[in-house]
């Protein structure tokens, strides 16, 4: 092997264990901070995570079922501030805000299958500070049993 080839193995290697770290990290606070706030509902069983700095964004799309009810929420560190998110449909109009909203959580009902998406803002940093941290951005969902 040369010498090329054996570092892009030890990085690609490196990153691979850092990004399993870091979804740990993610899913324990999510784990203590966010799953109670989806009672009643039953997490779903995906568990979508990233790190971000504040003013970056994020955005994903989920597929939710006709005539299921679900809670979506967005639960962050406390480092990042207020953690806002928004959901639009195909079209991208906007169907929830939870800044309009002044919510953490979103309940509500599909009168069809459809594909949303769902875009997490961090607000930006109003620190003096030079130091940007980094935190753990988590959504959730959660349905209801029938």
């Known amino acids: 092997m040369n010498a090329y080839f054996r570092t892009f193995v030890l990085l690609a290697t490196s990153l691979l264990f850092i990004a ?3 979804s740990a990290q993610c899913r324990n606070i999510a784990k203590k ?3 109670p706030a989806l009672m ?7 568990f979508n995570s990233a790190k971000l700095a504040p003013g970056e964004s994020a955005e994903i799309q989920m597929t939710f079922y006709a005539g299921q009810d679900y809670r979506l929420m967005v639960c962050s560190e406390a480092v990042l501030g207020n ?3 928004k959901v639009f449909d195909a079209e991208k109009n906007e169907l929830f805000s939870s800044k309009k909203a002044a919510a953490k959580q979103w309940d509500f009902n599909v009168a069809s299958t459809q594909a949303l998406s769902v875009q997490v803002e961090i607000p930006p940093s109003d620190s003096p500070n030079k130091i940007i941290p980094e935190g753990c951005v ?3 969902v959660g349905f209801k049993k029938l």
């Open 40 to 46: 009643p509902y039953t997490q779903n069983g995906q």
């Open 138 to 140: 988590s959504i959730l």
């Open 20 to 22: 399993t770290d870091v």
């Open 33 to 35: 901070q966010c799953f």
């Open 83 to 85: 953690v806002n998110f």
